[in-house]
C-alpha cells in the first residue's frame, strides 16, 4: 500500500535559518505527492504538489521540495524560516490513481525561534 | 469567491446520540471528501463523493455515513457516538474528481463526545 513517513515529529529552527522537514514515501507506481500546511484552529493549505512535470516543485511562501526516486524522498526545505512559518506541515500521497483520497504521513510540527 | 465553510465549528455530544455535520464546498466544486484528524491516528480519509455518488470509502465502521445533494452540500453523520469519535472532521472540496486536483479544506467541525 501506498504510505508516506514523516521522519521528524517536531523540528525547530531559529528565524532565518533553513528549514529541511523530511518526507519518505512508498508507491508501487509514480506517486502523486503533496506538502499541507496546518495552522493553529485553521484548515489544511496546500504548499506545493508533485505530479511527475518536474523533480523540483516549488511552491508557496518560498517552500520547495525535491522528488528523488533514488531515495523514495520527497523532502520540504525552505532557504530562511520565518515566525509566520511555525505550524503543522503534512506530507501526503495518493495511493490509488485517479482518486481523491489522500494519504497523510503523521505531520511535523515546526518551531520557530526568535 | 468564499472557502469551504463548516457548520457547526464546536459540537458536543454524549455516547449513543447520533450528529450530523455540514460542508459547503467552494462554489462550481463538485467533489467533497471529508477527514478525521485525531491526535493518535493522525489524518485519516473517510469517504469523498463526486456528482451525489460515493466514489471512495475509507476503513471507518457503517456507522460514519454521507451524503451529497445536487448542490454539492455534503452531509456525514455517525451514528451511536463512541468516546473514540472524538475528533476534528475535515471537509475538502475540489473542482473535479481525479488525483492531481486541489483538494481545499475548510476549517473543520471539532466533535467532543462525552
Known amino acids: 500500500a501506498q504510505s508516506v513517513t514523516q521522519l521528524d515529529s517536531h523540528v525547530s529552527v531559529s528565524e532565518g535559518t533553513p528549514v529541511l522537514l523530511r518526507c519518505n514515501y512508498s508507491?508501487?507506481?509514480?506517486?502523486?505527492l503533496f506538502w499541507y500546511v496546518q495552522h493553529p484552529n485553521k484548515g489544511l493549505q496546500l504548499l506545493l504538489k508533485?505530479?511527475?512535470?518536474?523533480?523540483l516543485v516549488k511552491g508557496i511562501n518560498g517552500f520547495e521540495a525535491e522528488f528523488k526516486k533514488s531515495e523514495t524522498s520527497f523532502h520540504l526545505t525552505k532557504p530562511s524560516a520565518h515566525m509566520s512559518d511555525a505550524a503543522e506541515y503534512f506530507c501526503?500521497?495518493?495511493?490509488?490513481?485517479?482518486?481523491?483520497?489522500?494519504?497523510f504521513g503523521q505531520g511535523t510540527r515546526l518551531t520557530i525561534n526568535p | 469567491k468564499a472557502g469551504v465553510t463548516q457548520t457547526p465549528r464546536y459540537l458536543i455530544k454524549t455516547r449513543g446520540q447520533q450528529v450530523t455535520l455540514s460542508c459547503s464546498p467552494i462554489?462550481?466544486?463538485?467533489?467533497v471528501s471529508w477527514y478525521q484528524q485525531t491526535p493518535g491516528q493522525g489524518l485519516q480519509f473517510l469517504f469523498e463523493y463526486f456528482s451525489e455518488t460515493q466514489r471512495n470509502k475509507g476503513n471507518f465502521p457503517g456507522r460514519f455515513s454521507g451524503r451529497q445533494f445536487s448542490n454539492s452540500r455534503s452531509e456525514m453523520n455517525v451514528s451511536t457516538l463512541e468516546l473514540g469519535d472524538s475528533a476534528l472532521y475535515l471537509c475538502?472540496?475540489?473542482?473535479?474528481?481525479?488525483?492531481?486536483?486541489?483538494?481545499?479544506f475548510g476549517p473543520g467541525t471539532r466533535l467532543t463526545v462525552l
Open positions: 508533485y505530479t511527475s512535470a518536474a523533480t
Open positions: 475538502a472540496s475540489s473542482a473535479l474528481t481525479g488525483s492531481n486536483r486541489e483538494q481545499f
Open positions: 508507491s508501487s507506481y509514480s506517486p502523486s
Open positions: 462554489s462550481g466544486h463538485r467533489s
Open positions: 501526503v500521497v495518493i495511493p490509488i490513481q485517479g482518486a481523491q483520497k489522500l494519504v
